[in-house]
Structures are given as C-alpha cells and as structure tokens.
C-alpha cells in the first residue's frame, strides 16, 4: 500500500546538524501518521519522532528540543530535521507509516554517524 525510502544520512561532528527525508508512495499518504524510528547497533529499534495526519507531534525525550519532524502532504514527504547532534544519535533512521498507531509500512533505512 505505501513504499517509503529515506534519504539524507551521512557522517557528521558533534554539534552539527542533519535533515533527514523520506518520500512516500502509495494512495491516501495524507491518512496515515508518519514516524521515525532509529536502531544503533546491537540495540533494539526505539522511536524518535512521529506526526499523526491532522499534525500533531510527539517526540522521544531524548530528541525533544533538537528534532523537528514535519510533513508535506503535496509531497508525499516526511521530513526529519536534527539539530545539536551527539555521537549517541548515530543509529540506522527509519522512516515508517501507519494507522491506528500500528506501524504498518517500513523504510530501508539510512545511516546517520555522529563523531565525537
């Protein structure tokens, strides 16, 4: 029903910053709340950022005040800007799709490094 690849992972220095992207395909991409999630290696895939259709937002307390997550519906696009990056954040990103707070459709992932 919906295929979604990210984009915009890459290496960089503590305290820097990255926008991560993800573009969606599929019909009613505007019904479903969209989410970022995150695994570092060997840990298990913990959620980041989520925006539901209507907009509202809801972050992980370990991202709130750096994160920004955003959406364009024209698009088909969910966004993921980071700010104030810290070596803990690298992890593979991923982007995921949903309704009725069941994930139901998953990126690749993207890699995201953060050097101390």
């Known amino acids: 029903q919906v295929q979604l690849v990210e984009s915009g992972g890459g290496l960089v220095q503590a305290g820097g910053s990255l926008r991560l992207s993800c573009a969606a395909s599929g019909r009613t991409f505007s019904s479903y709340a969209m989410g970022w999630f995150r695994q570092a290696p060997g840990k298990e895939r913990e959620f980041v950022a989520q925006i539901w259709s209507a907009g509202a937002l809801y972050y992980a307390d370990s991202v709130k005040g750096r994160f920004t997550i955003s959406r364009d519906n024209a698009k088909n696009t969910v966004n993921l800007q980071m700010n104030n990056l810290k070596p803990e954040d690298t992890a593979v990103y991923y982007c995921?799709?949903?309704?009725?707070?069941?994930?139901?459709?998953w990126g690749q992932g993207t890699q995201v490094t953060v050097s101390s």
């Open positions: 995921a799709a949903g309704t009725q707070s069941i994930w139901s459709y």
